[in-house]
């Protein structure tokens, strides 16, 4: 059971490097931010599975509670400041 | 016993979406494609990693926590997935389409 979630959180781990692609080479700025989104809720998974392997769920857990709410404060504030402008086309 | 062994049938189920979502978003044309196959793939796929962790635990604490993260992504993921979309469709950035020549083949059909 602890080696099945040391393998699980090291395939979690080449999963979450798959969106950096998108960030790195994105056309346009909502590109980048959707793939830091995607590693955000990737992320979210891995701690979890992280804290299956340290046997510490109770604590690991309010720490993806906090996460989640920093990554969707991040994603609408992001949103909110790129809605009010307009493309130089 | 048969808690465990669901549990880890969800978990490598929730992966599995985890990984659809990661291609498609590197896999596909504009962003509005990319937008939709991250927003539904990843929804699903961190909320069956959740249900399978709930799974494993038991009637315990921590499955209670765990149920309010799995509320809390269910209805935060796809709202943030559409600010980032409607801020999009206002700042004037085109869909793709399928025939890019032709007069008027690459319009907005939005607002």
């Excluded at chain 1, 909502?30 to 340290?54: E, P, Q, S, W």
Aim: with cysteine; charged share 15%.
């Amino acid at each position: 059971m602890h080696k099945f979630f040391l393998y699980y959180s090291l395939v979690l781990t080449i999963i979450i490097f798959i969106p950096l692609y998108r960030v790195v080479k994105g056309p346009t700025i909502f590109d980048r931010m959707l793939g830091a989104g995607a590693i955000g809720t990737k992320t979210m998974v891995l701690i979890l599975t992280i804290g299956l392997v340290f046997n510490r769920l109770d604590m690991f857990i309010d720490i993806i509670l906090a996460y989640a709410v920093l990554n969707f404060i991040g994603t609408i504030a992001i949103a909110k400041f790129l809605g009010t402008e307009k493309s130089k086309e | 016993m048969i808690g465990n062994t669901l549990g880890i049938i969800t978990l490598i189920g929730g992966a599995f979406f985890l990984l659809v979502g990661s291609i498609g978003l590197i896999r596909l044309p504009d962003f509005y494609t990319r937008n939709h196959a991250t927003g539904k793939s990843d929804t699903l796929g961190i909320m069956l990693v959740i249900f399978g962790l709930m799974l494993i635990e038991g009637f315990t604490l921590n499955s209670a926590k765990l149920a309010f993260a799995l509320i809390f992504v269910f209805l935060t993921n796809p709202t943030g997935t559409h600010a980032l979309t409607n801020a999009a469709l206002n700042y004037g950035l085109k869909p793709w389409f399928k025939q890019q020549t032709g007069k008027g083949g690459s319009r907005c059909t939005g607002k």
